[in-house]
């Protein structure tokens, strides 16, 4: 059930049916647009009694909404959500592209301090890199935990970058939450509802990625999890799924960009990196979801790939990243997209790297 705020009405007035929602023991989700306040209504088992809630000073209409999810769908929200962030020009959602970037793993602090020089270098705004990993072997590097937290934040600090990272668990999420900008919640943790409802109690934006064989409606059912429990800010992110095919990691699926987009008021970006697993295949896909409508793009880089304690050959050198936000720059403006940071280096790849930017 929603209920459509007049265009006029007041913040008393919003703040009353707020009330009235929650004194019926319901949950209220305030949801301000450029028209209007939607105020979506939760934790009914059956139909609300709308008479009542018609009846109130400022309300517009009461309707039912059929879909079941509700706060992530386009039905509370018309307009597009755009995520801001204090003291910067970084957004995610709306006209301007939001480029993710950095290895997949925080390995060092110099491994760490120099990939994020070059993406903040080629126009990045924001840095991710892995503190805890959710690796297939339990054998396999896990991550530097706070350690690693800690130098992003330093990153932070010393370019102007807002840092993602992945929580894979509510102790990580709690470290998570209070270290970087936005919280990662991986693939293999898409229907994790414990740990969708606790970051639902976080005040920083989630990057949910879509689960390894997730459904649209399991996404944006996953998304709804965190933002029934007041969080509003999610980033949906498209990673590939599994399919029969083995040339690449996993299938890009470029066609869940328009339909999310149809469905949903909240951004999604594409992860090219995790969706092929080869560097070759990074770019190509990068331009092809600027193309297809995607907010952004999320990108491993790494400086020296063969020694990555993590997705090595999906990491894409610094040269490339650079000639990557070149082209993706020329594409962004057929699609009404812009990048908001300029590159600050000279785009011709240089004789010695020339190899691998091919
Ligand atoms: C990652 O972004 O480093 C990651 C582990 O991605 P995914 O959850 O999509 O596999
Ligand atoms: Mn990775």
């Not at 019926?24 to 647009?33: E, K």
């Not at 999810?69 to 006209?95: C, H, N, Q, W």
């Not at 396999?140 to 993602?164: N, S």
């Not at 999320?298 to 990557?324: N, T």
Request: aromatic share 6%; hydrophobic share 40%.
């Amino acid at each position: 059930m929603l209920v459509v705020m007049k265009a006029q009405a007041t913040p008393e007035e919003i703040q009353a049916v707020c009330e009235h929602i929650e004194h019926l023991g319901f949950r209220a989700h305030p949801m301000p647009g450029a028209q209007r306040t939607a105020i979506g209504i939760t934790g009914n088992k059956g139909e609300v009694d709308r008479g009542n809630l018609e009846e109130l000073s400022g309300v517009a209409e009461v309707i039912r909404v059929s879909k079941p999810y509700k706060l992530a769908s386009r039905d509370v929200k018309e307009e597009d959500t755009i995520i801001r962030f204090a003291g910067t020009d970084a957004t995610i959602g709306g006209r301007n592209l939001a480029v993710v970037a950095g290895p997949c793993s925080i390995e060092s602090r110099e491994q760490a301090f120099t990939i994020a020089e070059h993406v903040a270098a080629a126009g990045a705004q924001f840095f991710r890199g892995g503190a805890y990993k959710p690796r297939t072997s339990p054998y396999a590097f896990q991550g530097l935990g706070l350690e690693a937290l800690k130098i992003m934040a330093e990153i932070r600090d010393r370019f102007g970058l807002r840092i993602v990272t992945e929580a894979i668990d509510n102790a990580s999420l709690e470290l998570v939450a209070e270290w970087a900008d936005v919280i990662q919640i991986g693939a293999r943790n898409m229907q994790n509802f414990s740990l969708l409802k606790h970051a639902g109690h976080m005040r920083k934006p989630v990057l949910l990625k879509r689960g390894l064989s997730a459904t649209l409606d399991e996404f944006l059912m996953a998304a709804e999890y965190i933002m029934s429990e007041g969080n509003y800010e999610v980033i949906l992110c498209e990673r590939g799924v599994r399919t029969f095919a083995d040339h690449s990691r996993n299938t890009l699926d470029l066609s869940i960009v328009p339909a999310v987009q149809k469905l949903s008021h909240l951004p999604i970006l594409v992860d090219p990196s995790h969706a092929t697993g080869k560097r070759d295949k990074v770019l190509p896909m990068a331009r092809a979801a600027i193309a297809a409508g995607a907010d952004g793009l999320l990108i491993e880089v790494h400086h020296q790939p063969d020694k990555a304690l993590s997705d090595g050959p999906q990491s894409i050198y610094p040269e490339q990243f650079v000639r990557m936000m070149d082209e993706i720059g020329q594409i962004a403006p057929i699609v009404h997209r812009k990048l908001p940071r300029g590159l600050h280096i000279d785009t011709t790849p240089t004789e010695t790297h020339a190899a691998h930017v091919k």
